[in-house]
Every structure is written in structure tokens, then in C-alpha cells.
């Protein structure tokens, strides 16, 4: 049982290092881009990150006249 732990653990400390020595040898401490914006494809359909979606709409709304000032 021991045995197992240690090669488990052993394993997942190679693992971690190999993905440390990638970030450091490749110069970008970032790592890489997930957001739906980064995605060409995406951009190109329209689609957006929730977040900027939520912005988009709340700048959107803020432009918006509201309905009582038109009232008369």
C-alpha cells in the first residue's frame, strides 16, 4: 500500500514539474489562453466570454433612455 502511495505521488510531482520546466522554457508564465474570445472562431460568429456579454448588455442598458422619461 505504501509502495503505491509513493509511486502515485511520485508520478504527480513529475507531472507537476514537467508542466513548471513547459511555462518556464517557453518565456510566457501565462500559460495558455482558454477564453471563449481567444477562440478565432468564436470571434468570428460573435460569440463572446460571459463576461464581456454581461458588459456588453450593461453598457447597452445604461444607453438606454428609461420609459418614464419619455412619459408626457
Do not use: N, W, Y
Request: aromatic share 2%; proline share 3%; hydrophobic share 50%.
Amino acid at each position: 500500500m505504501l509502495k503505491l502511495l509513493l509511486i502515485t505521488a511520485g508520478i504527480i510531482a513529475l507531472a507537476v514539474a514537467l508542466l513548471a520546466l513547459k511555462l518556464l522554457v517557453k518565456g510566457d508564465a501565462r500559460g495558455p489562453m482558454t477564453h471563449i474570445g481567444a477562440s478565432k472562431a468564436m470571434r468570428e460568429r460573435g460569440i463572446h466570454c460571459v463576461e464581456s456579454m454581461d458588459a456588453i448588455e450593461r453598457h447597452q442598458k445604461a444607453t438606454k433612455p428609461h420609459a418614464r422619461e419619455f412619459r408626457v
